[in-house]
């Protein structure tokens, strides 16, 4: 088979050439970094992980009528999206404190915020993607006026949609990173849910016990990633209720590519 001509290689995911004009094929990676790459490890399975939350995801906020790039999922580590002219910003929405707002403000994580906060990142590696505000956005032409307040929008129906999703399974979700991108069809422009949404890029707390189910686990050295990563997958019901023990059981490197009849709703589809 041709080797497919790849578009795009960032820190968890690929983008490759569609098989359509305007669509990628986005790969999940098992890489997992921290501290702007300071920290670098593989994560047997997380790609998969990701790959199946963040389809359940996607394909709920289209429910909802939030417009996406995602098309299909494809097999177990590609989804098919649509193209877009990614916006170089990094959305984060917060529903409690915690991370760089904690440390920013110097206040105890954990503590619940009177009302959701937006905040914007510049995505720059370099500059270590430094949080800028709306006049800063307009002032470089990152985005205007009219499109902050579309994301912004987007992004607090994302958010009610999500912290509903999240605890009807019993978690908590402290914050969020989006990433949006432009659609041109025809002279029409819009704004798209792009990337991904998947404990990657949410905090996501065990609603009882405030056990982390998320990529703190990584950045924070407490071990069991993997696991937390297939205990939100399994509330989410994409894995199946026997699996979590299954998967891996001696906790081994072995990737989840070999254990994919765990998932539910295992629709066949090559890897
Ligand atoms: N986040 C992300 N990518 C980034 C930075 C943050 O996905 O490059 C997510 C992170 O997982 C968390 C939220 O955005 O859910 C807020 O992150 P924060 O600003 O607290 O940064 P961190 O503590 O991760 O440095």
Same mark, same amino acid.
């Given at each position: 088979m041709a080797r497919r001509r790849q578009i795009y290689e960032g820190k968890a995911k690929i983008l490759f050439e569609g098989p359509e004009p305007g669509t990628l094929v986005q790969y999940f990676k098992d890489d997992a970094t921290a501290g702007n790459g300071a920290k670098s490890d593989v994560i047997a399975g997380k790609g998969i992980l990701n790959n199946r939350i963040s389809e359940h995801i996607m394909l709920c906020l289209q429910e909802i009528g939030i417009p996406t790039h995602? @098309? +299909? +999922? &494809?097999n177990m580590r590609e989804q098919l999206v649509k193209v877009v002219e990614i916006i170089p910003l990094e959305v984060v929405v917060r529903n409690r404190v915690a991370g760089s707002m904690a440390k920013r403000f110097d206040l105890p994580e954990g503590q619940r915020l009177p009302r959701p906060i937006v905040e914007f990142y510049y995505k720059n590696d370099p500059l270590g993607d430094p949080l800028v505000s709306e006049d800063h956005i307009v002032a470089f032409g990152w985005a205007c006026p009219q499109d902050i307040e579309d994301m912004v929008g987007m992004a607090m129906r994302i958010n009610d949609c999500l912290c509903g999703l999240f605890m009807g399974i019993g978690?908590? &979700?402290v914050d969020f990173k989006l990433e949006f991108g432009r659609r041109w069809e025809g002279e029409d422009m819009r704004i798209i849910l792009a990337d991904e949404i998947s404990p990657d890029n949410c905090r996501l707390w065990d609603r009882h016990t405030q056990e982390k189910l998320d990529k703190d686990r990584f950045r924070r050295d407490m071990g069991h990633v993997k696991e937390a990563y297939q205990e939100v997958a399994r509330r989410m019901g @994409? &894995?199946?209720?026997?699996?979590a023990n299954a998967v891996n059981p001696a906790g081994d490197n072995e990737s989840l590519d070999t254990v994919q009849h765990l998932f539910v709703h295992n629709d066949g589809v090559s890897k």
């Open positions: 995602f @098309i +299909r +999922r &494809l978690i908590q &979700l @994409i &894995l199946s209720e026997n699996s």
